[in-house]
């Protein structure tokens, strides 16, 4: 009888290491995915490579994502100004829709019989794993050893110890998943609510006391929406950006410079789509620049009325993808309605980026409403050709009315 046919999402991590050793131990003929969604480096696909031959992989392959999930999710995730709770870019939970479709379509190429990932059942991956395996593969046996043995990290790693594989201490310590959107780090001052994460857990973001003193300025340019250019004032591409035609490559240079500057770290605290508070720290240097920049400019651009309604459909967006309603056809809906909103946010953003802060210091456009109003006469705190000082104050008074009527109304009662 041949064995059966399993095909595992493989990081190189802990969770799946464990997975790997595991499933092959129960008979499993086991094919390991590494789906590149931009936390792979120089380097670094082959030694996940070389991991999974090590554990026993009966064959590896690498599938580069960056690409679509630039341009299905991270856009997106921009044009929406998307924070989780206000402050929290989603990083790579947001990934999880295209790596886990990455991974189904090797296991349907495969024809394997099952999909293995190396989810907790504490978090919400899992959730989102799952998700796509139901839609679409419903056939396919959904195999999760972490989430069902419900382990612990030390004991993944004694377990791999036994069977002569060693796992480095950090790796051990925290659990770390990198990708364009930012770097999430989860670990023992995370499960509570008062402890920060101590210097040596971060991946790469400087600290702000090693941050340059001076920062550095840039010009990020956007044309209906979407990032196209980030320079120096003078007009240089930065780092990594220039002649690429990736059309993810100013996120990932943005990564590297910012992180260079302090900017991007933050823990976030919240409310999962299965009920329980989790906290996790994270690293979205270029993001959160991307969505600082993005956001300065709608304000040129976008009517208050506009800006308002965009803030909260947005939001909602963004947390049905974070919580892995990936398949509504809601989704649709509010990808138009900000495909639409992005018409006029076409212009450059001046930002600086110093000790940790994201800085906007001027935004131009040819849909500017400051300049349509300079051009009507109309400036803010100096005067307006548009009306006359008796038409301002009788505004004035009509507009002081209802909040004077509700006043002489009488106390409200508490």
Not at 63 to 92: F, H, M, Q, W
Not at 185 to 211: H, M, N, Q, R, V
Not at 318 to 328: M, R
Request: glycine fraction near 10%; charged fraction near 20%; aromatic fraction near 8%.
């Amino acid at each position: 009888m041949s064995k059966r046919t399993i095909v595992l999402a493989f990081s190189g991590g802990l969770d799946t290491s464990y997975a790997l050793v595991s499933l092959k131990e129960q008979g499993w003929e086991v094919l390991t995915a590494n789906i590149d969604t931009g936390g792979l480096h120089s380097g670094e696909a082959d030694v996940v490579r070389k991991r999974a031959e090590e554990l026993g992989s009966a064959g590896h392959f690498v599938i580069d994502a960056r690409e679509e999930l630039y341009s299905r999710v991270i856009t997106y995730a921009v044009k929406a100004n998307y924070l989780r709770n206000g402050g929290y870019p989603s990083c790579v939970g947001a990934e999880r829709l295209v790596q886990a479709e990455k991974v189904v379509q090797a296991a349907l190429d495969h024809n394997a019989d099952a999909v293995a990932h190396g989810s907790t059942g504490a978090g919400a991956d899992h959730v989102r794993y799952d998700s796509v395996i139901r839609a679409l593969a419903p056939q396919m046996e959904i195999v999760t050893p972490i989430r069902d043995e419900r382990l612990t990290r030390e004991f993944e790693r004694d377990f791999l110890l036994q069977h002569g594989f060693h796992t480095p201490d950090k790796v051990t310590t925290y659990s770390i998943n990198e990708g364009l959107i930012g770097t999430s780090i989860g670990g023992k001052e995370t499960y509570g609510s008062w402890d920060y994460l101590p210097e040596d857990a971060w991946t790469y973001t400087k600290s702000i006391a090693d941050a340059p003193e001076d920062g550095i300025e840039l010009i990020l340019e956007f044309v209906k929406g979407e990032v196209i250019s980030a320079t120096t004032p003078d007009g240089t591409p930065i780092p990594g950006t220039g002649g690429d035609a990736k059309n993810y490559a100013i996120l990932r240079s943005l990564n590297t410079l910012a992180a260079e500057h302090g900017v991007g770290r933050g823990i976030h605290m919240g409310s999962t789509m299965v009920g329980n508070l989790a906290r996790v720290g994270f690293e979205a240097p270029g993001m959160l620049t991307l969505i600082a920049a993005h956001r300065e400019l709608e304000r040129l651009v976008l009517s208050n009325r506009q800006q308002a309604t965009k803030a909260q459909l947005g939001n909602t967006y963004g947390d049905l993808l974070h919580e892995a309603v990936y398949y509504d056809p809601i989704l649709d809906d509010f990808r138009a309605f900000l495909d639409s909103s992005q018409s006029r946010v076409t212009g450059a953003v001046r930002i600086k980026l110093i000790k940790g802060n994201i800085i906007p210091l001027g935004s131009r456009s040819p849909y500017s409403l400051l300049d349509a109003a300079t051009r009507q006469g109309v400036v803010y705190g100096y005067g307006s050709s548009l009306w006359s000082g008796d038409q301002a104050r009788a505004f004035a008074h009509m507009y002081a009315i209802p909040g004077a009527i509700a006043k002489n109304a009488g106390p409200q009662e508490i």
